[in-house]
């Protein structure tokens, strides 16, 4: 619950909290992050003829994402009896996820060339407008339908990590819940490795000026703009106070006056000027010390 003198704001969540209250000039929101941070976001994108979705997800949670106006079905995009020109197209560079580029695409008067080639189409429209809507262009996208319609989208993606191994099947018969469940067995190893190789690369820079773990830096980096990485723990708090003008922080044994968590503020600064956030436990921590940060610069 957040309530002030303005607001009330209640939510059931899919997590499981210790009690807590806290009293405060700004609310404390530090053990919501596992739900949002970098080792949570996913997208899973189903593909048919006939339907199309995207859904974002986190390993506690499932949302549909509005896809606009974005044309549902092949017949949306281009009708059947369409013109030679308004089929056939090409652009003649290299195949590859993850960059702009996308392979040659199809030619020919055949039945299935003309639907290999509308369903490309369509395909590169959902790219774009996948792209609009992800929150973060690094998170996994996972594809789920039938296997022959994986090989063409992977030629219209230019998001930077779809997962090779998609949900193959008929998506349309299965329930978000489903979808969420298989899919979080594919990426869960993602996180994992990318979780890893950001505590392996603040362990490399440590000691190049490139790091922070003191409290009052990191807060002032956070501030400022400058964190790429934070790592923070979560259900413990370092109660205090911290000026942005002077850049200190000053900390108390317990919560007094007008004390916040200062690593909730932390972590809330440094995600709102687009650090990668990894929120876990204490006893999860990669280092002995409650945040650590890699800087941008």
Same mark, same amino acid.
């Given at each position: 619950?957040?309530?002030?003198?303005?607001?009330?704001?209640?939510?059931?969540?899919?997590?499981?909290?210790?009690?807590?209250?806290?009293?405060?000039?700004?609310?404390?929101?530090?053990?919501? %992050?596992?739900? #949002? $941070?970098?080792?949570? =976001?996913?997208?899973?994108?189903?593909? /048919? +003829?006939?339907?199309?979705?995207?859904?974002?997800?986190?390993?506690?949670?499932?949302?549909?994402?509005?896809?606009?106006?974005?044309?549902?079905?092949?017949?949306?995009?281009?009708?059947?009896?369409?013109?030679?020109?308004?089929?056939?197209?090409?652009?003649?560079?290299?195949?590859?996820?993850?960059?702009?580029?996308?392979?040659?695409?199809?030619?020919?008067?055949?039945?299935?060339?003309?639907?290999?080639?509308?369903?490309?189409?369509?395909?590169?429209?959902?790219?774009?407008?996948?792209?609009?809507?992800?929150?973060?262009?690094?998170?996994?996208?996972?594809?789920?339908?039938?296997?022959?319609?994986?090989?063409?989208?992977?030629?219209?993606?230019?998001?930077?990590?779809?997962?090779?191994?998609?949900?193959?099947?008929?998506?349309?018969?299965?329930?978000?819940?489903? %979808?969420?469940? #298989? $899919?979080?067995?594919? =990426?869960?190893?993602?996180?994992?490795? /990318? +979780?890893?190789?950001?505590?392996?690369?603040?362990?490399?820079?440590?000691?190049?000026?490139?790091?922070?773990?003191?409290?009052?830096?990191?807060?002032?980096?956070?501030?400022?703009?400058?964190?790429?990485?934070?790592?923070?723990?979560?259900?413990?708090?370092?109660?205090?106070?911290?000026?942005?003008?002077?850049?200190?922080?000053?900390?108390?044994?317990?919560?007094?006056?007008?004390?916040?968590?200062?690593?909730?503020?932390?972590?809330?600064?440094?995600?709102?000027?687009?650090?990668?956030?990894?929120?876990?436990?204490?006893?999860?921590?990669?280092?002995?010390?409650?945040?650590?940060?890699?800087?941008?610069?």
């Amino acid at each position: 619950m957040f309530f002030s003198a303005e607001k009330f704001r209640f939510f059931r969540l899919p997590l499981t909290f210790e009690e807590l209250t806290v009293v405060s000039k700004r609310f404390h929101v530090k053990p919501l %992050l596992p739900i #949002q $941070a970098a080792d949570g =976001v996913f997208y899973v994108l189903t593909l /048919s +003829r006939n339907n199309v979705r995207l859904l974002e997800c986190t390993q506690h949670s499932i949302d549909d994402v509005d896809l606009g106006d974005l044309p549902q079905n092949l017949e949306e995009t281009i009708p059947d009896g369409a013109t030679d020109k308004q089929l056939q197209f090409h652009t003649g560079t290299p195949s590859g996820t993850g960059s702009d580029a996308r392979s040659a695409v199809f030619h020919g008067q055949d039945a299935g060339n003309e639907t290999k080639i509308r369903m490309s189409r369509w395909f590169r429209m959902i790219d774009d407008r996948v792209k609009e809507l992800v929150v973060d262009v690094r998170a996994p996208l996972v594809l789920a339908g039938v296997d022959s319609l994986f090989s063409i989208y992977r030629e219209a993606n230019t998001l930077e990590n779809l997962i090779e191994s998609g949900l193959s099947g008929n998506a349309d018969k299965l329930k978000s819940e489903e %979808l969420h469940a #298989q $899919a979080w067995v594919l =990426v869960e190893p993602f996180f994992k490795k /990318s +979780r890893d190789e950001a505590v392996a690369r603040f362990r490399q820079l440590e000691g190049s000026g490139k790091t922070c773990t003191d409290l009052s830096r990191t807060l002032a980096y956070a501030h400022q703009g400058r964190i790429e990485v934070l790592f923070v723990a979560v259900g413990v708090q370092v109660w205090g106070t911290y000026d942005p003008q002077s850049e200190l922080a000053e900390i108390h044994d317990s919560q007094t006056g007008d004390d916040g968590d200062l690593l909730d503020l932390a972590a809330v600064q440094a995600l709102t000027k687009g650090a990668v956030i990894y929120a876990l436990p204490r006893n999860e921590m990669p280092m002995p010390e409650l945040l650590a940060a890699i800087l941008r610069y």
